[in-house]
């Protein structure tokens, strides 16, 4: 149901960005969502929006180098992500929710119904 790409290989300050295709069923749901998991540790929320009304929210180590946006023709999410750091190193999974709650919900793995695979990012020092 979501087919995520736009992984890969940058150093340090560089830019990558990764797209999230979804069904049209998927695409009609309630939000939808990037998360991140690096080796040995839990995966964690990093950006999410409405896909009725476009709002957006981010976690504070990713604001003001992240942008998550929608494509509603192309029924797709994508994550520009400028001024990349070792530390943004992981393996990246979009995910679609049906469910409705405040911006907070949508911070937890448990809010969302479908995940793509995953798209490997590696930022070298």
């Known amino acids: 149901q979501l087919q995520a790409s736009g992984g890969g290989l940058v150093q340090a300050g560089g830019s990558l960005s990764l797209s999230c295709a979804a069904s049209t069923r998927t695409f009609s749901g309630v939000a939808m969502g990037w998360f991140r998991q690096a080796p040995g540790k839990e995966r964690e929320f990093v950006a999410h929006i409405s896909l009725s009304t476009g709002m957006t929210g981010y976690t504070d180590s990713v604001k003001g180098r992240f942008t998550i946006s929608r494509d509603n023709a192309k029924k797709m999410v994508n994550l520009q992500m400028n001024g990349l750091k070792p530390e943004d190193t992981a393996v990246y999974f979009c995910?679609?929710?049906?469910?409705?709650?405040?911006?907070?919900?949508?911070?937890?793995?448990?809010?969302?119904?479908?995940w793509g695979q995953g798209t490997q990012v590696t930022v070298s020092s």
């Open positions: 995910a679609a929710s049906s469910q409705y709650g405040d911006t907070s919900y949508y911070t937890k793995p448990h809010a969302y119904d479908d």
